[in-house]
Nanobody
Framework: QVRLVESGGGSVQSGGSLSLTCTAS?????ISWFRQAPGKEREAVAV???????WHANFVKGRFLASRNKTESRMSLQMNSLEPEDTAMYYC?????????????????????WGQGTRVTVSS
């Protein structure tokens, strides 16, 4: 397993911005952000593979941007135009992935490394 350390998060008013960063202890193919709001299921927010190819959930497209640095061990999530519905615990997750040429999974059960989570609160 890879150790993941998250930073960022916090509280902001609707329309504001926040940035999350996930730093992995070593280079790994797939790094993702998931979120879980109270009473709701966990959902994938963004996935970036080691080449920098990214996937974003429809509900964040145009508002959030995920990227990775050249060393492939750090992933950032820039969150703009935040809405109260974005309030949740955000978790960084990673797994080797990329097998058979397939892109990284958006299913959290495929991930074997998780961070502790960072809270994002958006007030109206």
């Amino acid at each position: 397993q890879v150790r993941l350390v998250e930073s960022g998060g916090g509280s902001v008013q609707s329309g504001g911005s926040l940035s999350l960063t996930c730093t992995a202890s070593e280079s790994i193919y797939c790094i993702s952000w998931f979120r879980q709001a109270p009473g709701k299921e966990r959902e994938a927010v963004a996935v970036v593979d080691s080449s920098g190819t990214a996937w974003h959930a429809n509900f964040v497209k145009g508002r959030f941007l995920a990227s990775r640095n050249k060393t492939e061990s750090r992933m950032s999530l820039q969150m703009n135009s935040l809405e109260p519905e974005d309030t949740a615990m955000y978790y960084c997750a990673a797994y080797p992935g990329g097998y058979g040429g397939y892109f990284c999974s958006t299913d959290g059960s495929d991930y074997n490394s998780w961070g502790q989570g960072t809270r994002v609160t958006v007030s109206s």
